[in-house]
């Protein structure tokens, strides 16, 4: 990449720049090229197993713990999860070099667009894995603990390393879904957008050019990816604001909010702190707001082996919430949470960068295309 | 069986963790000659097609054989077996 994205990106070393962008294309090689190979083994081999054995049942556990035992999986295993981790350590291995600058450009965006409202004092939740997708230091950046490092790194990581995914500024997810949630509610004009774990923005920049009379705030509990995420968006001329706050009791008021959505959060945190998410959402919508929620699809949308694909994040890419949070029944949660059943959605957005031509395996979304499921009130 | 232990605790699963973050050494290195290469044609100095055409004059031609054995010496020589005390 020749070109930054935006001004608090800044250009590494040259060899800085191989290994980060190597590691992304290695990732994309296992998920893209080597893993689908692997289903013709579950299909001759295991489901057959599986299914001639009494003592046993075809769910994706059952499928999973099979596949382990097959060689060229298992090396998946060990390489994948290698890149994973050398992936975000080339990130923050540049951006440890450029933390100065970053943050002088930081200081010098300060009176940008965007807004900034940090809240030290707030408790990091517990359920958040400390190195999450094996990303060191995680979004609080524990034992290091720079005011913006562990935002920047998540910014070079998702920027380089999915760059053919959701594009350099990491906003396909946000632009296809805002598209896909006009057509499918072409009345809805919401004038105060909430987003929830909204990490550095990468979603939420796209909300505000979708609906650019809204107030659009975003919420997270990392301090250092919410005061990158500011200087991103103002560096992009985006008047957006990130406050820390948590998305379970956000403290704005009952019915204050229009839209408010998270994006490839839930699975982050744990049930209890899920089912007090969907009740918060619910509080803050006003009559008319719409709620959804964005992840890979759940498991009540995969065949068993698909399932089983997540056995890797789970217990190799610090993601240990995805077993439960994928097997939640949606619709019987958004109903404890107070929301009407004959008003709840799911919906999948065709991601618009692959139909502008991009293949849609290296993507690594589903078919080219995002996840969300929701109510309105 | 190897198949049962834990993914990651075996030696040949270390061996493949190694020699998966070993790979973006080697591919860093000859990118930076690639770069180097590509600069010096720039620079009007050298061109790659100087570099693949190049033959050693006889003693340089000793000296790169010795440094490759050195490094064979070096990388290799475990896996000679010690002759068996009497």
């Given at each position: 990449?020749t070109?930054m994205p935006h001004?608090?990106?800044?250009?590494?070393?040259?060899?800085d720049?191989t290994?980060?962008?190597?590691?992304g294309?290695?990732?994309?090689f296992?998920?893209?090229?080597v893993?689908?190979g692997f289903?013709?083994?579950y299909r001759?081999?295991?489901a057959p197993a599986?299914a001639?054995?009494p003592?046993?049942?075809?769910d994706?556990?059952g499928?999973?713990a099979a596949?382990?035992r097959?060689?060229?999986?298992?090396?998946?295993?060990?390489?994948?999860?290698?890149?994973?981790?050398?992936a975000?350590?080339?990130?923050r291995?540049?951006?440890?070099?450029?933390?100065?600058?970053?943050?002088e450009r930081?200081?010098?965006?300060?009176?940008?667009?965007?807004?900034l409202?940090?809240?030290?004092?707030?408790p990091f939740?517990?359920y958040?894995?400390?190195?999450?997708?094996?990303?060191t230091g995680?979004?609080?950046?524990?034992?290091?603990h720079?005011?913006l490092?562990?935002?920047?790194?998540?910014?070079?990581?998702?920027?380089?390393?999915r760059?053919?995914?959701?594009g350099?500024l990491v906003?396909d997810?946000?632009h296809s879904?805002?598209a896909?949630?006009?057509?499918?509610?072409?009345?809805?004009?919401?004038r105060?957008?909430?987003?929830?774990g909204c990490t550095?923005?990468?979603?939420l920049l796209?909300?505000?050019?979708a609906?650019?009379?809204?107030?659009v705030?975003g919420v997270?509990v990392?301090?250092?990816?919410?005061?990158f995420g500011?200087a991103r968006a103002?560096?992009l001329?985006t008047?957006?604001?990130f406050?820390?706050?948590?998305?379970?009791h956000?403290?704005?008021?009952?019915?204050s909010v229009?839209?408010?959505?998270?994006?490839?959060?839930l699975?982050?945190t744990?049930?209890?702190?899920?089912?007090?998410v969907f009740?918060?959402?619910h509080?803050l919508l006003r009559p008319g707001?719409?709620?959804?929620?964005s992840?890979?699809?759940p498991?009540?949308?995969?065949?068993?082996?698909?399932?089983s694909l997540?056995?890797?994040?789970?217990h190799f890419?610090a993601e240990p919430?995805?077993a439960?949070?994928?097997?939640?029944?949606?619709e019987e949660e958004?109903d404890?949470a107070g929301?009407?059943r004959?008003?709840m959605?799911?919906l999948?957005?065709p991601?618009?960068?692959?139909q502008?031509g991009?293949r849609a395996?290296?993507?690594r979304t589903?078919?080219g295309?995002?996840?969300?499921?929701?109510a309105r009130? | 069986?190897p198949q049962d232990?834990p993914i990651?605790?075996?030696v040949?699963d270390r061996?493949?963790?190694?020699?998966?973050a070993l790979?973006?050494e080697?591919?860093?290195?000859?990118?930076r000659?690639d770069?180097?290469?590509?600069l010096?044609?720039?620079?009007?100095?050298?061109?790659p097609?100087?570099?693949?055409?190049?033959?050693?004059?006889?003693?340089v031609?000793e000296s790169?054989?010795?440094?490759?054995?050195?490094?064979?010496e070096?990388i290799f020589?475990?896996m000679?077996?010690?002759?068996p005390?009497?």
């Amino acid at each position: 990449m020749t070109d930054m994205p935006h001004a608090m990106m800044l250009p590494p070393r040259s060899g800085d720049a191989t290994r980060e962008a190597y590691w992304g294309e290695l990732q994309t090689f296992l998920e893209a090229e080597v893993r689908p190979g692997f289903r013709a083994h579950y299909r001759d081999v295991v489901a057959p197993a599986l299914a001639a054995d009494p003592g046993r049942t075809l769910d994706w556990r059952g499928i999973a713990a099979a596949m382990r035992r097959y060689g060229p999986n298992r090396a998946w295993y060990v390489a994948r999860t290698e890149a994973q981790r050398q992936a975000f350590d080339a990130s923050r291995v540049i951006v440890d070099g450029q933390v100065d600058a970053l943050a002088e450009r930081a200081a010098a965006l300060g009176n940008g667009p965007a807004t900034l409202e940090i809240d030290p004092a707030l408790p990091f939740p517990d359920y958040v894995q400390q190195d999450a997708h094996n990303m060191t230091g995680g979004y609080e950046d524990h034992g290091q603990h720079h005011p913006l490092a562990a935002g920047a790194t998540y910014d070079r990581a998702l920027s380089i390393h999915r760059v053919a995914a959701m594009g350099p500024l990491v906003d396909d997810v946000g632009h296809s879904i805002a598209a896909r949630l006009t057509q499918a509610f072409p009345d809805f004009a919401p004038r105060r957008i909430l987003e929830l774990g909204c990490t550095v923005g990468h979603t939420l920049l796209p909300f505000k050019a979708a609906f650019p009379d809204a107030d659009v705030v975003g919420v997270d509990v990392s301090g250092p990816c919410l005061a990158f995420g500011a200087a991103r968006a103002s560096a992009l001329e985006t008047a957006v604001t990130f406050s820390q706050r948590n998305a379970e009791h956000t403290g704005y008021p009952d019915e204050s909010v229009d839209l408010v959505f998270s994006r490839i959060l839930l699975h982050e945190t744990c049930e209890a702190a899920t089912r007090a998410v969907f009740a918060e959402c619910h509080r803050l919508l006003r009559p008319g707001g719409i709620m959804f929620h964005s992840d890979a699809p759940p498991f009540d949308e995969l065949d068993p082996y698909d399932q089983s694909l997540r056995d890797w994040d789970i217990h190799f890419n610090a993601e240990p919430f995805m077993a439960g949070y994928y097997a939640m029944n949606l619709e019987e949660e958004f109903d404890r949470a107070g929301f009407r059943r004959d008003a709840m959605f799911r919906l999948y957005a065709p991601s618009l960068i692959v139909q502008r031509g991009y293949r849609a395996e290296q993507t690594r979304t589903r078919g080219g295309r995002y996840f969300l499921a929701g109510a309105r009130k | 069986m190897p198949q049962d232990e834990p993914i990651g605790t075996t030696v040949a699963d270390r061996s493949l963790q190694i020699t998966t973050a070993l790979s973006a050494e080697v591919v860093v290195l000859r990118e930076r000659l690639d770069i180097v290469e590509r600069l010096a044609a720039a620079h009007g100095l050298f061109g790659p097609g100087d570099v693949d055409a190049y033959v050693p004059e006889p003693g340089v031609a000793e000296s790169l054989a010795a440094a490759r054995r050195a490094f064979i010496e070096r990388i290799f020589g475990t896996m000679r077996v010690q002759a068996p005390r009497r």
